[in-house]
């Protein structure tokens, strides 16, 4: 199995930064895409930011010029940088792997339990 932690969430003034983190672990091949997405209360979930293990990026539109992901692939982690924090950016935030467990297994996704950010006004 593979397992992602997430650290970092918290409650913060609007204008204010947070740094998510989300390492993976367990019997793991490989991993292609990781990423952050998040859930408002009463809402579905929600992209906001992925990367490949290659570097590419790709952000939603509410987040472009104030978030930064990035991932360190030698230690399966991924970070979310998150700069001027507005309190629509309340959410929990998921960590997510797309990830092979063996060399000849399918690509499977997975999910962190979560991590609650909530910004102040």
């Known amino acids: 199995q593979v397992q992602l932690v997430e650290s970092g969430g918290g409650s913060v003034q609007a204008g204010g930064s947070l740094r998510l983190s989300c390492a993976a672990s367990g019997r793991i091949f490989s991993i292609n895409t990781m990423g952050w997405y998040l859930q408002a209360p009463g809402k579905q979930r929600e992209l906001v930011a992925a990367i490949t293990s290659g570097g590419s990026t790709n952000y939603a539109d509410s987040v472009k010029d104030r978030f930064t992901i990035s991932r360190d692939n030698a230690k399966n982690t991924v970070y979310l940088l998150m700069n001027s924090l507005k309190p629509e950016d309340t959410a929990v935030y998921y960590c997510?792997?797309?990830?092979?467990?063996?060399?000849?297994?399918?690509?499977?996704?997975?999910w962190g339990q979560g991590t609650q950010v909530t910004v102040s006004s």
């Open positions: 997510n792997a797309n990830a092979k467990r063996l060399s000849w297994s399918p690509w499977a996704s997975y």
